[in-house]
């Protein structure tokens, strides 16, 4: 039983490697600058808000390296839409493998989440060099950013699970999500400083931070950029509600591999 268990286990580690290999190297298949694309979007999105938002609207002004922060929070930013844009058709895209192969389908959006993970590492290089060149000081509560995009990591691919069985079924999901995402940008504080939410009241900042999108990339921002900038827990002083968005991330995670779970045994005959 015990080997059969390791086997089955081992099967699917092999599969997984293959996807995410399969995925990464088809992302930018045919293009003439190839993976540069993974550092030059980032990069171009970056310069566009830096012109409009910071050199002309002056977004940001006396925040301590807010270009480095702006970045920061939209190479975030992108991993969760990446994740959860390609998570929604993750299913039906692999509908020809599912129909010809038996394996646990959860490896499907995995192999997608990893794969953005992968391009999120590469972009975050990006981000470390922009620090360097900045003069921003190394702490050791840089040491808390993985715990916090573990935590978007975990909101994300939960969403992924969840949109990913329903688009099986509604095919308007993909079309849903894409308002969503439009609204949940600018509720996410990625090319805006937490002091424009704490002008406007602090029960406002506070009720944008319980979003874990916005809350994580202002943890981020105060661990790697800015060790005075605020975060829910230091504009609401309560543990509790500092916590709600990582509660939230985690039920998230297991409703969507739950609904998952459930819906997967009918993947192959809808796709």
């Known amino acids: 039983m015990y080997k059969n268990l390791l086997s089955k286990y081992r099967y699917s580690l092999i599969l997984l490697r293959q996807l995410v290999i399969t995925e990464f190297k088809l992302r930018y298949q045919g293009s003439a600058l190839g993976y540069l694309w993974s550092l030059m979007k980032p990069l171009f999105l970056f310069?566009?808000?830096y012109v409009v938002f910071v050199y002309f609207l002056r977004v940001g002004d006396g925040v301590p390296h807010w270009p480095v922060q702006l970045l920061l929070g939209i190479v975030i930013w992108n991993f969760f839409a990446e994740v959860t844009n390609n998570g929604?058709?993750?299913?039906?895209?692999?509908?020809?493998?599912?129909?010809?192969?038996?394996?646990?389908?959860?490896?499907?959006?995995?192999?997608?989440?990893?794969?953005?993970?992968?391009?999120?590492?590469?972009?975050?290089v990006v981000v470390i060099i922009f620090m360097l060149v900045s003069g921003?000081?190394?702490?050791?509560?840089?040491?808390?950013?993985?715990?916090?995009i573990l935590e978007l990591t975990a909101f994300a691919l939960g969403l992924a699970f969840f949109m990913s069985a329903l688009f099986v079924k509604l095919r308007d999901i993909n079309y849903i999500w894409e308002i969503v995402m439009q609204g949940l940008f600018y509720a996410s504080i990625?090319?805006?400083?937490?002091?424009?939410?704490?002008?406007?009241?602090?029960?406002?900042?506070?009720?944008?931070?319980?979003?874990?999108?916005?809350?994580?990339?202002?943890?981020?921002?105060?661990?790697?950029?800015?060790?005075?900038?605020?975060?829910?827990?230091?504009?609401?002083?309560?543990?509790?509600?500092?916590?709600?968005?990582?509660?939230?991330s985690v039920v998230v995670l297991l409703l969507g591999a739950w609904y998952f779970k459930k819906q997967s045994p009918y993947f192959a005959e809808n796709v």
């Open 47 to 49: 310069l566009i808000m």
């Open 88 to 124: 929604v058709v993750a299913v039906v895209s692999r509908g020809d493998i599912m129909r010809k192969i038996n394996f646990p389908k959860y490896i499907i959006v995995l192999a997608s989440t990893i794969s953005a993970g992968i391009n999120f590492l590469i972009n975050l």
């Open 136 to 148: 921003v000081e190394f702490r050791f509560e840089m040491l808390l950013a993985p715990v916090y």
């Open 190 to 248: 990625v090319i805006y400083p937490i002091t424009m939410l704490l002008s406007r009241g602090r029960e406002f900042a506070e009720l944008l931070l319980l979003n874990p999108v916005a809350q994580v990339i202002q943890n981020v921002r105060q661990a790697m950029v800015s060790g005075e900038a605020d975060t829910l827990l230091s504009i609401s002083g309560n543990w509790v509600i500092a916590l709600i968005p990582v509660v939230l």
